[in-house]
């Protein structure tokens, strides 16, 4: 075969791919633009080592989206070292550790990540599963790479630690998103603020508190999804960033159990009580 004119041919889908996999991982322009040299010459090197093990038992687009992935993979562990899951992860066992990897490595969506972990596991793991799985697992912030001109622009630290000024202002940030929170829980039912208190504010599991309820477990994971859903579009309304949302969604069993009980003082006029489970 001529590797070489396999190439050529396929420049605009190699491009393609590379630009599904930056992507998926956040990537800037600049990022990506680096990630689809990498890769192009990654294609040529050894005499198109790589071509030669493709051996047509699957789309080339497909082949080429694991070669991108497990090269991008490769390149970030050079830099950053491999990475580990998460002492919850390894706690609850291998689905939890991939699940870890996709979401926290990977930067997929849960719903990606479910997918992949189906592909892999069939019926053994439900969604529902895996969403408590997931609930269960730390938010671990991921390190991005950036340009030397970037790198340029950002000022050193101060010799006294942390600028009083940044500290003021990062204070305030806290404040803003802490009312932006509070309004958006007292814009929820008492019941929805009771699922979320004992959720995330007294750990009861899932199904618990689905019994709790008098609800089905299933249709109940499914009502816990789009109360999320909502609190999610209520922040963003509210001009919350995209990125402190995740943090305060995936930081739930921290972030929320102060602002509950003030959301719910403040909606009847009168001290509710926490729902206690028997």
Not at 3 to 9: A, G
Not at 55 to 67: A, D, F, H
Not at 235 to 243: P, R
Not at 248 to 265: F, N, Q, T
Request: glycine content about 6%; charged content about 30%; overall charge neutral.
């Amino acid at each position: 075969m001529d590797y070489k004119r396999l190439v050529v041919d396929n420049l605009p889908l190699v491009d393609s791919v590379v630009r599904t996999i930056a992507r998926r991982h956040g990537l800037s322009a600049d990022q990506q633009d680096e990630l689809g040299s990498s890769v192009k010459l990654k294609l040529v090197e050894n005499d198109y080592e790589v071509l030669r093990k493709f051996e047509g038992r699957s789309q080339l687009r497909t082949y080429l989206i694991t070669v991108v992935q497990r090269h991008f993979l490769d390149e970030r562990n050079a830099r950053w070292g491999k990475w580990r899951p998460s002492a919850n992860a390894r706690r609850l066992g291998p689905v939890a550790i991939l699940l870890d990897q996709l979401l926290t490595r990977d930067h997929l969506s849960f719903d990606d990540a479910a997918q992949s972990i189906a592909t892999r596991y069939g019926d053994a793991v439900s969604r529902a599963e895996l969403h408590e799985i997931a609930l269960q697992l730390p938010m671990r912030s991921s390190r991005k790479f950036v340009s030397d001109e970037v790198l340029e622009h950002v000022p050193a630290p101060s010799a006294g630690g942390t600028d009083a000024l940044e500290a003021r202002d990062r204070r305030r940030i806290g404040e803003r998103i802490e009312r932006a929170l509070a309004d958006a829980l007292r814009g929820l039912s008492d019941e929805d603020r009771a699922i979320l208190t004992l959720r995330f504010c007294e750990n009861v599991k899932i199904a618990r508190i689905a019994e709790l309820m008098g609800m089905p477990a299933k249709p109940f994971y499914r009502r816990l999804e789009d109360l999320m859903a909502a609190l999610r579009q209520a922040l963003l309304a509210q001009g919350v960033g995209e990125q402190d949302v995740v943090a305060i969604l995936e930081h739930a069993d921290a972030g929320l159990d102060p602002v509950l009980d003030r959301a719910s003082a403040g909606t009847a006029g009168k001290t509710q009580e926490r729902p206690s489970v028997p």
